[in-house]
């Protein structure tokens, strides 16, 4: 790719780095964009899981287990997914273990994530659905606010184009003058121009975020329903997104293997979707075998209740 230059003052530039450094501690561009999209999620689901009579308190202690849970699912199916990436030859052995550098995959993350709130709300005899319907618009607000890492780290963009919104991917080189496309600084030079598909996803993402909040107060979706919606929305764009990468990605059938898992989760989540019985649970319900009221926060048997 080292070479190739375009003109073309209308692309849309990447960043000309994706670390700074404060002293000898790296400030990573990827994992602020992961953060910020953490907080505004807890946020969100905040917000909604109280509307519907659920305890906040819940979302508290899902977020204990979901977060480190939902990064080991990413990277480990991220990982399976590009196994030649981590361990073909001559590659670092432990370049697995660098999440610092990019390489979470949302399925995975969600899938993870998913069983290990699971678990929890089970043990605490809280239904799962309210709190799923309650997190989903947060979660791909999330993504849409995660992808800008990649901007940031110059990764899993699209083919070349010539389109004018195209993305200028820039030669990187660290202070001794060596290609370094992660933590080096721009040379100015463009080595390729390319379709943004960090952009294209987050765009999607945003919509499907309306397209969820719309639905859920018009038709009072509940049940399941709005995470099944959010999942089987998701599904479908990033199907399409998979034909405009250019990453290594494992084949199977034909497809690549994001793509096939898309497939397998769009069909699913439809059917869950319109097997889901409609209409939304009473605050009752939301709460379950807890018997929590949404503005009690002192209660013994409140895992992590006491919080600074």
Same mark, same amino acid.
């Given at each position: 790719?080292?070479?190739?230059? !375009? ?37 969100? !689901?905040?917000?909604? /899981? ?33 196994? @030649? ?7 670092? @052995? ?35 659905? @309210? ?29 070349? !184009? ?7 991917? /820039? /030669? ?27 952009? /294209? ?108």
């Amino acid at each position: 790719m080292h070479g190739v230059h !375009t003109d073309i003052l209308a692309n849309i530039p990447s960043p000309a780095q994706g670390v700074w450094f404060l002293g000898p501690i790296p400030i990573r561009a990827y994992a602020l964009c992961i953060i910020t999209g953490i907080v505004v999620a807890m946020w969100l !689901t905040l917000r909604r /899981y109280r509307a519907r009579g659920g305890n906040p308190d819940v979302v508290w202690d899902a977020a204990i287990v979901a977060i480190p849970a939902g990064i080991v699912g990413g990277r480990i199916y991220h990982v399976i997914t590009h196994w @030649p990436d981590y361990f073909g030859s001559g590659v670092d @052995p432990w370049a697995w273990a660098k999440i610092y550098e990019g390489g979470l995959a949302i399925i995975g993350a969600v899938t993870f994530g998913a069983f290990a709130v699971w678990g929890l709300l089970r043990y605490r005899k809280v239904p799962l659905a @309210p709190f799923a319907d309650a997190l989903a618009p947060g979660v791909i607000l999330a993504q849409a606010i995660g992808r800008f890492g990649n901007w940031f780290n110059q990764e899993l963009y699209g083919r070349p !184009t010539d389109v004018p919104w195209a993305l200028d991917i /820039y /030669y990187r080189v660290n202070e001794a003058g060596q290609y370094a496309p992660l933590t080096g600084r721009s040379t100015g030079e463009v080595i390729a121009s390319v379709h943004p598909t960090f952009l /294209y996803e987050s765009m999607w993402n945003v919509a499907v975020f309306c397209v969820l909040i719309w639905a859920d107060r018009r038709f009072r979706l509940g049940h399941g329903r709005v995470f099944a919606a959010y999942a089987g929305w998701y599904a479908l764009g990033r199907f399409g997104m998979e034909f405009l990468r250019t990453d290594p990605a494992q084949v199977i059938l034909g497809l690549r293997v994001n793509a096939l898992a898309a497939v397998i989760i769009a069909v699913s989540a439809a059917v869950v979707f319109f097997a889901l019985p409609k209409g939304r649970e009473s605050a009752s319900e939301v709460a379950g075998g807890a018997g929590t009221d949404p503005g009690e926060s002192d209660r013994s048997n409140t895992i992590g209740h006491q919080r600074d």
